[in-house]
């Protein structure tokens, strides 16, 4: 990471700055109790509730992979790809708690081979990529930490 | 097989699908001329003009009913324009059918071309629209199409046991079927080898298990049973529209779905028994009164190879997890109990995505009328569709004669 770059969301309010232990940011109803993400502030997804009131509540950090796959191509824009590009895997991992199937890149180094539907994965930081004076990080899921809150 | 809500399918008709880059009004012209042709009904006398729109080639495109209209000659007919990404066709069609059983029109054509552009789709609308989840899924993500593709492809392999092999044998019994098709853009035999061989995409789906995109068009021409009767004297051996199931799910949708970055949240309300893509056909079923043991032949989305096991499952032709076991055993291949994609599917024609679910219909209605040489389904009374256009349009269309 470069001293003089500063570091921004590749996208604004999906993620907590946490570099050690980010969450995503997902959205609660505040009559239901149901979750969303992405974020949003209003209207509760849930056709038997008439709240219009969401609110911001951090969503787990640790699930279990419902799905796997690996971009061997660099995707079109508006990805912004690395040159040379380098594949990445993505997973779609399921949060029990809140009853979700969030879909992310997967950690920098970690490709499809190493993956598993089931597997448990945690959520991090990476750097997506770099322009003149931003450095843009995006949420992972990387495999959990051994031990984790996530084995239990 | 009739009742009080059937329509006529008078007539079908094509553009062959390739890539050309034309202008997708002429592709139209031709398919809708055949339609007409096959038909035997004037242009002049067509009530209503039902387009599926193509979002890749500007205004014309949005108002698809408007501009075939203006092509063939205004002639006075009322146009609409319809857009459910790949369900565009069935959308249009559920609109004739809508208007013609209302009594608001007799006779209808439904029409849609599209023309392509190479490589991946991206976006539509280009610049950065940050509250716009279709741009937010590639540029926070890189989850092209074929990622969530993959997604299913790898559950199917971790859940199920299918194989690499098994997704590739739906190429090749598609490329098989797809052989002798006029109207196919590739028709060339594959063998197992060289799926295995094309270079992977998005892991496991390689090259060739991924449908590519195309040019091409296709029409039809629907009409109510008292029109039929006139213009033809009777209505014996007509192919009938018995269902247009055009569900979309119902909360909460516990699948991540393209172009979805998220499922619903399952914490409140639990995930329904049935989940949206087993609906679609199951709708139809129902507005048909028939059920999947009815079925002669299906025509469904292979946007991939693993995507075509997928929909076995979701149209009732096997549970959950039995799909790889119903292709090896022959059943989905022409000569078995009920072939899947006879046309040779998207596997043959690559995705002309607004013409492409009425092209399953014009598939359906070739191999009803004993009319689909090279690749006939002897005996077939009756057949489905089935799709699934981006952001929650089902679309499965039964025909029978």
Redesign the interface.
């Given at each position: 990471m470069s001293e003089t770059l500063s570091r921004v969301p590749?996208?604004?309010g999906?993620f907590t700055d946490d570099i050690d232990a980010p969450t995503l940011i997902g959205a609660k109803?505040s009559q239901?109790?149901?979750?969303?993400?992405?974020p949003r502030s209003s209207d509760c997804?849930?056709?038997?509730c008439d709240s219009i009131t969401l609110d911001p509540t951090p969503l787990s950090r640790f699930g279990r992979i419902?799905?796997?796959?690996?971009?061997?191509?660099?995707?079109?824009?508006?990805?912004?790809?690395a040159e040379p590009y380098e594949p990445?895997?993505?997973a779609?991992v399921e949060l029990a708690?809140?009853?979700?199937?969030?879909?992310?890149?997967v950690a920098t180094g970690v490709r499809?081979v190493d993956l598993?539907?089931?597997m448990e994965m945690q959520l991090e930081l990476d750097v997506?990529h770099r322009d003149a004076d931003h450095e843009y990080m995006?949420y992972v899921w990387a495999p959990a930490t051994p031990g984790s809150e996530a084995a239990q | 097989m009739s009742n009080d809500r059937d329509i006529a399918i008078l007539g079908v008709g094509m553009h062959p699908w390739g890539k050309w880059g034309h202008d997708f009004t002429e592709y139209g012209m031709v398919a809708a001329r055949a339609a007409l042709a096959d038909a035997q009904v004037q242009w002049k006398d067509i009530q209503y003009v039902a387009g599926a729109d193509t979002i890749r080639n500007g205004y014309p495109g949005f108002v698809a009913g408007a501009t075939f209209a203006q092509k063939l000659g205004w002639n006075g007919a009322r146009v609409s324009s319809s857009y459910a990404a790949c369900a565009s066709g069935a959308m249009a069609l559920d609109s004739a059918r809508a208007q013609i059983l209302a009594g608001f029109c007799d006779v209808a054509l439904v029409i849609g071309a599209d023309t392509t552009p190479k490589?991946?789709f991206?976006?539509v609308g280009g610049g950065?629209r940050?509250h716009d989840?279709d741009?937010?899924?590639?540029?926070?993500?890189?989850?092209?199409n074929p990622?969530y593709f993959?997604?299913?492809?790898?559950?199917r392999m971790?859940?199920y046991g299918a194989t690499a092999e098994d997704f590739a044998q739906v190429k090749v019994k598609n490329s098989r079927h797809g052989l002798n098709n006029p109207n196919a853009r590739f028709r060339k035999e594959n063998v197992i080898a060289d799926v295995l061989n094309s270079?992977?995409?998005?892991?496991?789906?390689r090259l060739l298990d991924i449908c590519a995109t195309s040019d091409g068009a296709a029409a039809m021409v629907v009409c109510s049973m008292d029109f039929a009767r006139k213009h033809l004297g009777n209505t014996d051996g007509l192919c009938r529209v018995k269902a247009v199931g055009t569900v979309a799910p119902t909360?909460?949708q516990?699948?991540?779905e393209l172009p979805?970055?998220?499922?619903?949240?399952?914490?409140?309300?639990p995930a329904p028994a049935r989940k949206w893509k087993d609906t679609i056909a199951f709708a139809a079923y129902e507005q048909a009164g028939i059920g999947p043991e009815d079925i002669d032949l299906a025509e469904v989305y292979d946007l991939s190879t693993a995507l075509e096991l997928d929909w076995y499952e979701h149209i009732g032709l096997c549970a959950e997890g039995e799909a790889e076991g119903l292709l090896r055993s022959g059943v989905t291949t022409i000569g078995g109990r009920v072939p899947v994609n006879a046309s040779g599917g998207l596997a043959c024609f690559g995705e002309a995505i607004p013409a492409q679910a009425i092209s399953q219909v014009c598939e359906l209605v070739w191999q009803l009328r004993g009319q689909a040489t090279g690749r006939q389904v002897e005996g077939a009374r009756v057949g489905i569709t089935a799709n699934q256009g981006l952001f929650g349009h089902g679309s499965s269309v039964i025909v029978a004669r």
């Open positions: 590749i996208i604004d999906w109803c239901c109790g149901t979750f969303v993400f992405p997804p849930n056709p038997n419902w799905s796997y796959t690996e971009n061997c191509y660099a995707p079109p824009l508006p990805y912004v790809a990445y895997a993505l779609a708690a809140e009853g979700l199937v969030v879909l992310g890149r499809a598993k539907v089931g997506s995006v | 490589g991946f991206a976006p950065d940050k989840p741009w937010q899924r590639f540029h926070v993500l890189g989850a092209t990622v993959a997604l299913f492809a790898r559950r971790d859940m270079p992977i995409v998005s892991d496991p789906l909360y909460p516990s699948v991540l979805d970055i998220a499922s619903d949240s399952t914490a409140v309300v």
